[in-house]
């Protein structure tokens, strides 16, 4: 074996990175479990825990680099919705409110009937909006101007009434992008804000839509209003620093009083309603529904005071007091450090500095009724979007001035019609901005009375800057600029001020809520299947293949590690289908050892010695292995490029599996091997029971062909007769509806379910028992198409009246949709479109790729056909019991996503094992030239019936654990690739043979007459 020395220096840099990867999953799991201590069941303790420790170095790595609990939280291994509970949405920029904006909102007959035809055809069209508009636009009145329409103030320096309608058009494109990227970037900076662990944010493409993953959420409705909201871009007058500080040192006398009364330590002279549950105005909403942890330091978790870790001192505190004492003499300021020093306070519009974890804390106080009484009626406060300068986890309170009797701020985005990040004065970035007619007044009187003083612009209740104004700036043009802004920074300012001109809201297009006991019931069936599967799998190599089992094994165990490894490199998020897809690769991994032991045993059958059959088996099952992998990895390129959600969630471990696997099985059992050779240690490929196993069947396969050919033309035909008449039954994502997944206390009939909802659904839904009998699956097309934002709460509240009757006395609505709903799926009409037709592309390409692949190894267009037309023959039968048994078996046999995943993987297994046989006859084809053709292909195929059933029984065996323990979810799913195994493996030896077999002969026959 050649450059042993690289192998191993590989082998052991990857299991160094798979140990430092997965070191951080082990620092969060010790953080989680003594946050549970800490917190006795209390959730909001717990999260109060692990917030103080989000700045606080807890892992310090071989003494070379320490991690905050945060870093260790970015970089540990992620787990999926379905496996840990959350909220999963995919939205899109309403490019339709854009379009309307940029019009001024047009009431032009000719405009408005475009923008609804134009609606009408985006459902079934990939365009985007700006072309369906423009087509629409001509149908309407082919001689109409759009110039007429958009030729606005805004527009004025780009649109001219002499504009063509191509022109207008690419103006409107720009402007539509410049919007969407605004609300791309602000639901980001909503997310960040949002007080979740691992949020994930990801664009999809160029189309403005995002996919937002929430783990642990409880509360949806918050949530899309939080997403679906327009942003508020605002322009404060602020209050000075020292004007606010002898407020806060009566507050801080103050909430000291009441703690000590709360706490026993002095007679209750006073009432003290101080730990209400309302939230500050400006709260972070993260911190909403907090538990009262204001009378609480957590010297538990060891963390140092802010004090300490601000560069600058503060007056308040003496040299001698020790933190504890410090925060019980001074609540307030022991959370919210005075902006200034020991020479005195600084100007400016901050107030105070505080960690991230201690702005729940402030807030609370700054709350309290004693406490808002203290302050002017005038005052707000809000938190600086980000850390201050220098800080990694240190905010700013600023203090703003309401100047109006509405309480409204003082002008707000919508005058802004132009901002542009550019270079001033020194080369500085600065943003320049330009305000309508209105506006311009309104920002020279504000700049005016501001002069000396900061304007905070704020935007969705953050401040995001707040520049010092020294002169009056009149005509409604100015720049922003200072605070060491650098030109990113510029851009996003101008993009987040320009944001305030035209709101481009997000709709929510697909919506998955999983209940958090489900997520756990769901780990918990994943993990026991995966570990029932693997056992299997061991159990099964050391029973066929001895002590060599006992090196596949070890080569499949570091296999399982590497995947892991690679998965927390890559940031990769674990699924359910994921899981699966490591399980199909521990199964499908078992291959490649096959194959090479296969080989080694014909070697030593032939009389070679061990050092010498081991080397030529190797060697000879590349070929088999490289092709057999390159067709499943090619599947698993077109899964990951066009597929969302689950189906990518599969494709990408089963694309790391399989490189992984190769690894494992081609050059760790080579080292062994040669290790134990060298020691010279016997190695056993065989037992007594498999020594002879499947040698010498003799089976005629090619004699047959024709009985086999009957066989699949009846099932192909039922088939196609059951698909034209019964149809499939389709999931929401591709007929577009809502499904939820309800737990009872008591079993229900499905029957009297239907019943009970038909009426607050306005139609008859579809209840199918999922699961237990106690559990079913809702779906229902009802509010699907509608625009009402509230659409998600109306349909959640008809699903409570229909299910209330079935619910314990007194359950209500909140406890009902936290409780009883365990998942819920929402897949809006037009992106039901767009996953059909991704779909269709994905098996498209997968079937072209395979075909080319094929083509191009075997020189020979007769196997590339008879390998696609085993794969439509294995596809059509998949989908054809799927169309006959869905209204029988008692599991869900939906065609959604995961099901294309599971076609798509059955395809990868038939071409893999086609694959395998067809290698062997090419092998036989060259080896015997002179016999006959169907002697030869006969004894290729009977040579490879012991790695074919090796291969499929392990298989099978690992999907049938998966299928009887991984939980109602997948059993579909599951059900679908068991059904292609056993299918897959028999057109391989039965179909795709035999027609390469009589495409060959044809062709020769052809070839003899031209001949003569």
């Not at 570091?558 to 998020?573: D, E, K, Q, R, T």
């Not at 199964?587 to 032939?606: P, Q």
Request: aromatic share 10%; hydrophobic share 45%.
């Amino acid at each position: 074996m050649r450059n042993k020395g690289a192998i191993k220096l590989v082998a052991i840099v990857m299991a160094l990175v798979s140990i430092y990867q997965l070191s951080f999953t082990f620092v969060t799991s010790r953080v989680e479990k003594k946050a549970n201590e800490y917190a006795q069941g209390d959730p909001f303790k717990k999260s109060y825990y692990k917030d103080s420790l989000a700045g606080k170095p807890v892992y310090n790595f071989l003494g070379l680099k320490k991690y905050t609990y945060r870093d260790c939280q970015e970089r540990e291994f992620n787990l999926g919705l379905d496996l840990k509970g959350g909220m999963n949405v995919t939205l899109e920029v309403n490019v339709i409110d854009v379009v309307r904006g940029l019009s001024n909102y047009s009431t032009d007959p000719t405009f408005v009937a475009a923008i609804n035809l134009a609606r009408q055809n985006q459902t079934d069209s990939q365009d985007d909006f700006v072309t369906l508009f423009g087509q629409a636009f001509e149908t309407v009145d082919p001689d109409a101007k759009l110039a007429s329409v958009f030729n606005t103030i805004e527009l004025k320096d780009e649109i001219q009434y002499t504009s063509t309608n191509q022109e207008v058009l690419n103006v409107i494109r720009k402007e539509t992008q410049v919007a969407i990227d605004n609300s791309v970037q602000i639901l980001r900076n909503r997310i960040d804000q949002f007080g979740v662990a691992q949020p994930s944010f990801q664009e999809l493409g160029a189309s403005g839509r995002v996919m937002i993953e929430l783990p642990g959420i409880k509360d949806p409705k918050r949530v899309r209003k939080l997403l679906q909201g327009a942003a508020k871009l605002e322009f404060w007058e602020t209050y000075e620093n020292a004007d606010v500080y002898p407020w806060l040192d009566d507050a801080n006398r103050k909430i000291k009083e009441i703690l000590d009364i709360e706490a026993g330590l002095v007679p209750e002279e006073v009432d003290s309603t101080a730990l209400e549950q309302e939230s500050v105005e400006t709260q972070d909403p993260a911190a909403e529904g907090a538990d009262d942890l204001i009378a609480e330091i957590a010297d538990t978790t060891g963390e140092e005071s802010l004090i300490d870790q601000l560069e600058s001192d503060t007056t308040a505190q003496a040299e001698d007091q020790t933190y504890e004492e410090y925060a019980a003499n001074n609540p307030l300021f022991a959370v919210l450090n005075p902006h200034g020093s020991a020479e005195g306070l600084y100007k400016g519009p901050v107030i105070g500095r505080s960690l991230g974890y201690d702005t729940v804390k402030v807030n609370r106080y700054l709350n309290m009724e004693q406490i808002k009484s203290i302050f002017p009626s005038n005052i707000r406060f809000y938190w600086t979007a980000k850390p201050m300068d220098g800080t990694e986890d240190v905010f700013a309170l600023l203090a703003i001035k309401v100047s109006n009797r509405e309480g409204k701020a003082a002008l707000d985005g919508s005058v802004v019609t132009k901002a542009r990040a550019e270079f001033g004065a020194g080369s500085q970035p600065e943003v320049s901005i330009t305000m309508n007619a209105e506006g311009g007044k309104i920002w020279e009187r504000l700049t005016q009375e501001s002069i000396g003083h900061a304007i905070a612009i704020v935007l969705d209740n953050y401040v995001r800057s707040y520049p010092n104004v020294n002169a009056k700036i009149s005509g409604g043009r100015s720049s922003i600029s200072g605070g060491g802004m650098t030109i990113e920074e510029a851009q996003d300012l101008a993009n987040i001020l320009k944001s305030g001109k035209m709101d481009a809201p997000a709709v929510i297009l697909t919506e998955d809520i999983v209940g958090p006991s489900l997520g756990k019931e769901a780990i918990n069936a994943g993990l026991l299947s995966f570990i029932l599967a693997f056992v299997l799998v061991l159990l099964y190599m050391i029973f066929y293949y001895n002590k060599a089992g006992f090196t596949a094994n070890l080569a499949l165990i570091i296999n399982v590690f590497f995947i892991m490894g690679v998965l927390a490199s890559l940031g990769a998020v674990l699924t359910l289908p994921g899981i699966a897809g490591i399980i199909l690769t521990i199964g499908m991994s078992v291959d490649a050892n096959v194959l090479i032991f296969e080989r080694i045993r014909e070697e030593l059958t032939a009389g070679k010695g061990l050092k010498l059959a081991i080397r030529d088996g190797y060697q000879n099952a590349y070929s088999a292995i490289i092709d057999a992998n390159v067709t499943t990895l090619l599947t698993g390129i077109i899964l990951y490029s066009v597929g969302t959600g689950p189906i990518k969630g599969f494709a990408t471990t089963l694309v790391i599996g399989i490189f992984t696997s190769l690894f494992s099985a081609i050059f760790i059992t080579r080292l062994i091997f040669e290790s134990r050779l060298a020691k010279e240690k016997k190695i056993t490929f065989n037992t007594g029971l498999t020594r002879n196993a499947w040698k010498n069947m003799g089976v005629k396969f090619l004699e047959k062909r024709k009985i086999f050919y009957i066989i699949s033309g009846v099932l192909i035909g039922a088939s196609l007769l059951s698909l034209a008449v019964r149809g499939l039954s389709l999931g929401v994502d591709f007929t577009g509806g809502r499904t939820y997944v309800v737990r009872f206390d008591e079993p229900v009939n499905s029957s009297d379910l239907v019943n009970s909802l038909a009426t607050p659904f306005e139609n008859e839904p579809d209840v199918k028992t999922f699961g237990s009998s106690r559990q079913v699956k809702v779906s229902t097309a009802y509010m699907i198409g509608s625009d009402l934002r509230e659409a998600d709460s109306i349909v959640e509240d008809a699903l409570y009246r229909g299910c209330v009757d079935y619910l314990p006395p007194g359950t209500d609505k909140e406890t009902f949709l936290e409780v009883n709903r365990m998942e819920s799926h929402m897949v809006g009409p037009t992106i039901a479109d767009d996953i059909i037709k991704s779909a269709f592309i994905a098996v498209i390409l997968a079937l072209i790729g395979i075909f080319l692949y094929i083509l191009l190894r075997f020189r020979t267009w007769q196997f590339g056909l008879g390998a696609v037309a085993a794969l439509f023959h294995d596809v059509i039968i998949v989908l054809g019991l799927y169309s006959i048994l869905y209204s029988i078996m008692p599991f869900s046999l939906e065609i959604d996503q995961a099901f294309i995943a599971a076609i798509l993987t059955v395809v990868g297994y038939s071409i893999n094992d086609t694959v395998v046989v067809f290698d062997r006859v090419r092998e036989y084809i060259n080896l015997f030239r002179k016999r006959d053709r169907k002697l030869i292909v006969n004894q290729a195929l009977n040579s490879t019936l012991s790695r074919t059933f090796s291969t499929s029984l392990s298989t099978l065996v690992v999907l049938l654990a998966i299928f009887i323990f991984g939980g109602a979810s997948i059993r579909g799913f599951i059900f679908a690739m068991m059904i292609g195994v056993i299918v897959g493996t028999y057109s391989s030896l039965f179909i795709a043979s035999p027609i390469v077999y009589d495409l060959v002969k044809k062709k020769e026959k052809v070839l003899e007459k031209g001949k003569k």
